[in-house]
């Protein structure tokens, strides 16, 4: 069972990549959704056998590597952990693939399509089932050539073609962090298994490496290397430029990227690395910092993105950041609660978007919508469900997990067991979750309740998709994003569950989720409740009941400067492409292009060089094959009295002269020339 979880998408990847030409565009629907639906059960099974039954489930394959003292093996570590990442992926893969089929049912390319989901759905099964480092690494980077597929599938248009090329170089940057890292584990710890370098771990903790005469703690400079990592696949600050341009891609990659996939990757290897991570207070502290940044830049920045899809991205990097930054709380089984829990609400947005966009041909600006609560009611309601569990608006989906990040932060703060940055990190957090609001409601208004903006050409033609294949999904997910936290709460986060085991390391005396339960600080809890109706009546006034003066402001000096500076992503992009992309381009024509190919290599080794002299000493050499020993016993000769005399004037020996590599060239060169002077000039 638990490698027919694995072995599905793969073998429904590859049959639809090579065959699905023949299957045509229902059969490989067909085949697809079966396929997956399958997958999903499977899915399930395991995670009622491993983490309700408490049987986890280690399989070998068989050798991969084995150099002196690595080893390494095909391996799958199936705990409690995986089988809630196993959930997760296949759960929305499969409702991607279904929603898939009716929102590119025009797509003559269909089949391709579906076999890059499937793909994409099996490297991330791949990464969170491996039992090693280097396993892992490799569905690492299975999921980022699939993004790249992906979001340049529509390879005609220039922005796919550019945001694909974007989220690969990007990505590069992480995974270069990542894979440094995975070469300190193994100069260290000798192994990379993830059994064996968790275990060795607090061995570690007073080790220090030396690196350019400065000192390094070895776990600490580790847990840096693995938080690059994560800072490139979960769209961390700083490389977070990808994500929103991902949104050229269709809207079911976008689903599958944002709620299940590629992003959640970042925070998977965190908490898979908690027993490393828990040895390093300085690592804790950089990334509980980072997330926090990362969640009130992205929230602030979709105040006044004016795309769809563009907004919903944003607050996927700023719910990434909340789990981030749960992380470097030590709250690890609270930042996994959160990402199951935002796979449900965030895939239901991105696939109601999606449901828009087909509704309205194609468009995707906030301000050429509006009016459409009657248009697409069931849009509406699945929209504003996701949005108010985005929020954290009490007893829906969100609100189990988000506000308990930030009362574990809060409880740390008060507790005296950590320094001051505890007290900027909550506050962060209070402040993203305004901002949250306030642009999720300002989508709605736009989108539904605003006067309309739609061209009468467009307008007369839109309605409610009534094909189960899109609705279904939409209606699973919204029951999802109401039900699933109360659920699952006391299963992943009660008091006194015992549910994670050992999937999870935490350090004896982190605080835990007793705790919250129990603090008396109730008007400190319910700031993030305060924060979210400030934040939705304000969106109310300055979207639907005072636009005039909202738009006022906005022309405002002060206005236009905070504007322009949100709405350009805080300039993020103008100031890579002044300090690095200007500056790599202008090395790579002027010093790469212009000195070296177009100058040295073609002057001097090229067709003015020597290429060009190659064939004369081709034709000189030819001319002294006589085939006579006399003349070969001649030129040996000539070439021995030739180095001999070189070694009296230099004052050198035969025997230095052939183990000295200063000298080597003499012996190369030197009887290459003479050899190279034409039989007929003697």
């Known amino acids: ?5 694995l072995t599905i998408p793969l073998i429904n990847a590859l049959t639809l990549g090579l065959f699905g030409r023949f299957f045509g565009c229902k059969g490989s629907s067909f085949l697809s959704c079966g396929f997956m639906w399958l997958c999903t059960i499977l899915s399930w099974l395991a995670f009622i056998e491993v983490s309700l039954h408490k049987s986890i ?25 995986t089988v809630v990442m196993l959930v997760v992926i296949n759960t929305i893969s499969t409702l991607v693939h279904m929603y898939s089929v009716n929102y590119m049912k025009h797509d003559p390319h269909l089949s391709r399509f579906m076999a890059y989901l499937s793909f994409f759905t099996f490297c991330m099964l791949i990464l969170v089932t491996a039992n090693n480092f280097l396993q892992l690494f490799l569905g690492w980077e299975g999921v980022g050539l699939s993004s790249y597929l992906l979001i340049n599938f529509w390879a005609t248009r220039l922005n796919a073609n550019q945001s694909a090329l974007k989220a690969m170089i990007v990505n590069r940057v992480g995974d270069l962090g990542l894979i440094v890292g995975i070469f300190l584990v ?17 061995i ?3 080790s220090y490496i030396t690196i350019f005469s400065m000192q390094f ?7 840096l290397l693995l938080f690059i990592g994560s800072v490139g696949k979960s769209s961390q600050l700083g490389l977070h430029t990808w994500l929103p341009d991902a949104m050229e891609g269709p809207t079911p990659v976008s689903a599958l990227i944002h709620a299940a996939t590629m992003v959640t990757a970042g925070v998977f290897l965190l908490i898979r690395c908690s027993p490393i991570v828990e040895h390093s207070t300085i690592g804790l502290c950089v990334i509980s910092i980072f997330g926090a940044l990362t969640a009130i830049f992205a929230a602030t920045t979709g105040i006044f993105q004016n795309d769809l899809k563009r907004v919903i991205a944003y607050s996927t990097c700023s719910q990434l950041g909340y789990m981030i930054f749960a992380c470097g709380m030590s709250n690890y089984t609270v930042s996994m609660f959160h990402l199951f829990n935002h796979a449900c609400f965030k895939a239901l947005l991105f696939l109601s978007a999606g449901s828009i966009i087909h509704a309205l041909n194609d468009e995707q600006d906030l301000r050429r919508m509006g009016s459409l609560v009657q248009l697409l009611p069931l849009t509406y309601s699945m929209v504003l469900i996701g949005s108010l569990s985005l929020a954290g608006f009490p007893f829906l989906t969100g609100f189990y997990s988000k506000d308990l990040i930030l009362e574990l932060t809060l409880i740390l703060q008060y507790s005296g067991l950590f320094s001051v940055h505890k007290t900027f990190v909550f506050w962060l957090g209070c402040l993203a979750v305004f901002f949250t609001a306030f642009y999720s409601f300002r989508l709605i208004f736009f989108t539904f309740i605003n006067s309309t903006n739609i061209i009468r050409t467009v307008i007369i033609h839109v309605h409610e998709s009534t094909s189960i294949l899109l609705q279904f999904p939409l209606i699973l997910l919204g029951f999802g994003s109401i039900f699933v936290g109360y659920i699952f709460r006391d299963i992943f986060v009660g008091v006194g569950s015992n549910f994670w085991g050992m999937a999870i390391f935490t350090l004896p005396n982190q605080i835990n989720c007793i705790e919250a339960e129990e603090s008396f600080l109730t008007f400190y809890k319910l700031i993030p409740l305060f924060l979210s109706l400030i934040g939705v009546f304000v969106a109310y006034l300055t979207n639907y009941i005072l636009p005039y003066y909202f738009v006022s402001f906005q022309l405002s000096f002060i206005g236009r400067w905070v504007t322009f500076l949100l709405n350009k992503k805080w300039y993020w992009d103008k100031i890579y492409n ?8 202008n090395f790579g024509y002027n010093t790469s292009f212009k000195l070296l190919d177009r100058g040295f290599f073609e002057v001097f080794l090229g067709p003015f060089g020597f290429v060009h002299v190659l064939p004369i000493w ?10 006579q020993a006399l003349h070969y016993m001649f030129f040996v000769f000539l070439n021995l009295l030739a180095i001999l005399s070189f070694c009296l004037l230099q004052d050198i020996s035969l025997f230095s002269i052939y183990f000295n590599c200063n000298y080597i060239f003499i012996l190369c060169i030197l009887p290459i020339i003479l050899f190279s002077i034409p039989f007929s000039s003697f």
Request: hydrophobic share 55%; proline share 1%.
């Open 1 to 5: 069972m638990f490698l027919l979880i």
């Open 57 to 81: 489930c280690y399989i070998i394959l068989g050798d991969w590597i084995s150099i002196n003292y690595m080893h390494i093996s095909w391996g799958f570590l199936f705990d409690t952990l």
């Open 186 to 202: 193994m100069f260290y710890f000798r192994s990379l298994d993830y059994n064996v370098v968790f275990a060795l771990a607090p």
């Open 204 to 206: 570690f903790c007073s």
């Open 217 to 223: 703690h070895v776990i600490t400079l580790i847990v």
């Open 578 to 585: 002044f300090l690095l992309v200007k500056a790599f381009v």
């Open 618 to 627: 081709s034709k000189n050499i030819s001319s002294v094959q006589t085939g």
